[in-house]
């Protein structure tokens, strides 16, 4: 099945203790990229990333770091989570950078 | 630039009666355009897209959007809501080049009274 799998589903962490939340898709996709959902805000996008090793900032950058060293997976690490960080994040991944995306089903951190 | 407006952040409609949820868009480039529904606790799921084809599109579970370059609308429709439709909506707009990514409006959170 052609599926976004990101893990945990639900993290509660400390002020400053560094965390990842993994994304991982079966798809092939080219284009992956994170966002954060806040209520009133919709989606703004974290970063994103147009194949393996290659990245770029998009919207809300400030506080996340990426990688993606294979075509497959694309991380999200907070090296120290602040409250304002508390958010549900979203994985996405397409084929083409303009094209449909896929998500995932979600990772709600709360930052305390 | 590429931008989203929805008009409405909250829709509350009879079960049996038309759901109308509001879109304007922006775009320096002709859009893509796409609807995605966002039902509680789940991720996002895409309703339908607009991709310079056809100006009238159907998407899953009856619903259809119409793209009005005129008016630089793409409004989302369904003849008759049913109670499972209650979800959060998304109105997304692309660029169809340039390296761009999805640009999400604020959402419309849609009840459906029994």
């Known amino acids: 099945e052609a599926q976004v799998t990101q893990n945990p589903r639900y993290l509660i962490t400390v002020t400053g203790k560094k965390l990842t939340v993994t994304c991982s898709q079966n798809?092939?996709?080219?284009?992956m990229s994170w966002y954060r959902q806040d209520p009133g805000l919709g989606l703004r996008q974290i970063y994103y990333?147009?194949?393996?090793?290659?990245?770029d900032k998009g919207d809300v950058p400030e506080g996340y770091k990426v990688s993606r060293k294979e075509k497959r997976n694309f991380p999200l690490i907070l090296e120290s989570p602040s409250p304002n960080q508390t958010s549900l994040y979203f994985c996405?991944?397409?084929?083409?950078?303009?094209?449909?995306?896929?998500f995932g089903q979600g990772t709600r951190l709360t930052v305390v | 630039a590429q931008s989203v407006t929805q008009l409405d952040s909250h829709v509350s409609v009879s079960e049996g009666t038309p759901v109308l949820l509001r879109c304007n868009y922006s775009?320096?480039?002709?859009?893509?355009l796409f609807w995605y529904v966002q039902h509680p606790n789940k991720g996002l799921q895409l309703l339908l897209k607009?991709?310079?084809?056809?100006?009238l599109v159907k998407g899953i579970n009856g619903f259809e959007a119409e793209f009005k370059k005129s008016e630089t609308s793409f409004h989302l429709t369904k003849p008759s809501a049913h109670m499972s439709d209650a979800a959060e909506y998304f109105c997304?707009?692309?660029?169809?080049?340039?390296?761009?990514?999805?640009?999400f409006g604020t959402g419309t959170r849609l009840t459906v009274i029994p």
């Open positions: 996405a991944s397409s084929f083409l950078i303009n094209t449909e995306a896929f």
């Open positions: 798809m092939n996709h080219e284009y």
């Open positions: 990333s147009m194949n393996v090793e290659v990245t």
């Open positions: 775009s320096s480039y002709s859009p893509s």
């Open positions: 607009y991709t310079s084809a056809a100006t």
């Open positions: 997304v707009v692309t660029a169809q080049t340039g390296a761009n990514n999805l640009f």
